[in-house]
């Protein structure tokens, strides 16, 4: 008879493991605390990040959309509160949309050409995934089945014999659709500059904006 079936069921469901090697392995988590890997992170409130984005609205009615971009990529919120981080990358959205398309190239080449301008278009990257996530997912939820029925749509007659939607159906969609644009087009002039270790780095990076 084999061993197996001299085993009864009752000794088949005792706990076999007596030891725990986990514990008796160098490299193993239970022996250190893994929160050490990382250097700590300053953390970022609020407040703080009201305040740089005020300075950055300044700096954009002032005309130095550079400094303001460098402004916001300079300061990323890694150890932040759920409402400082959402505030911060709309705050970096703001800027991206108004710059124009014809200054994004010029730009990210004299940021990239700074010191530590590397790490601002990699920062840049993580703010743009982020905010086509964000997007999308705003998306895919305003067109779910559970919203709440629209009323009907008032149409004016014109003089042209067409007729003027008051409120198009889809025009919602309209500015996430242009929102996602605007950071596609950053995306794609921040992989020429930087390359496509940019994307590397933003997705090996265990900080998160």
């Known amino acids: 008879m084999s061993i197996i079936q001299q085993h009864t069921s009752a000794s088949l469901s005792d706990a076999w493991r007596t030891i725990n090697i986990d514990a008796l392995t160098e490299d193993s988590s239970v022996n ?5 890997l990382h250097p700590p992170l300053p ?3 609020e407040s703080e990040v009201r305040q740089l984005a005020q300075q950055v609205r300044q700096l ?5 959309a550079e400094g303001a971009l460098r402004g916001c990529l300079e300061m990323p919120v890694y150890n932040g509160s759920d409402l400082a981080k959402e505030a911060h ?6 800027v991206l949309q108004s710059i124009k398309a014809s200054e994004m190239t010029p730009m990210l080449q004299r940021i990239y050409g700074t010191p530590g301008g590397s790490e ?9 995934y982020k905010g ?17 029925p629209r009323t009907p749509t008032r149409m004016t007659p014109q003089q042209t014999g067409f007729s ?8 919602a969609n309209e500015s996430t659709g242009a929102a996602m644009s605007v950071l596609l087009s950053w995306h794609e002039k921040a992989v020429e500059i930087a ?5 590397t780095r933003t997705m090996t990076d265990w900080r998160r904006v």
């Open 43 to 45: 953390e970022t409130s």
């Open 120 to 128: 601002c278009l990699d920062v840049l990257m993580k703010y743009l």
């Open 132 to 148: 086509m996530a964000t997007t999308s997912g705003s998306s895919s939820s305003s067109s779910g089945g559970g919203s709440a």
């Open 195 to 199: 390359g496509l270790g940019c994307i």
């Open 89 to 94: 990358l709309q705050t970096v959205i703001e």
């Open 60 to 64: 954009l009615r002032g005309g130095d």
């Open 164 to 171: 003027q939607v008051g409120a198009r159906p889809g025009a």
């Open 32 to 36: 250190f605390d893994t929160s050490t």
